[in-house]
């Protein structure tokens, strides 16, 4: 939902939906990012680069294998 309003400009509300994520999971990296992001455009440095600092640190112990991208797991992208 926070993507969606952040495209539509719908700042406030796409901030309120990445905390609200944040609340509810704090392990994907995502609303961390995008609030880090969205508090660049509003000249917040000091939230923004803690946000940032947030998402990169749950970026290193996210784990994807590519191959699930390629192939999908119906394809034997597991395996």
């Keep these: 939902a926070g993507l969606m309003m952040e495209q539509e400009k719908r700042w406030l509300d796409a901030e309120s939906q990445y905390l609200k994520a944040i609340k509810g999971n704090n ?3 995502l609303p961390f990012e995008r609030l880090g992001m969205l508090y660049i455009q ?3 440095y000091a939230l923004a680069d803690q946000y940032l600092y947030e998402a990169r640190m749950r970026k290193e112990s996210f784990s994807l294998n590519e191959s699930d991208f390629r192939f999908g797991v119906e394809l034997g992208g597991l395996g």
Aim: proline share 0%; aromatic share 34%.
């Design 27 to 29: 392990f994907h990296y």
């Design 42 to 44: 509003r000249g917040e």
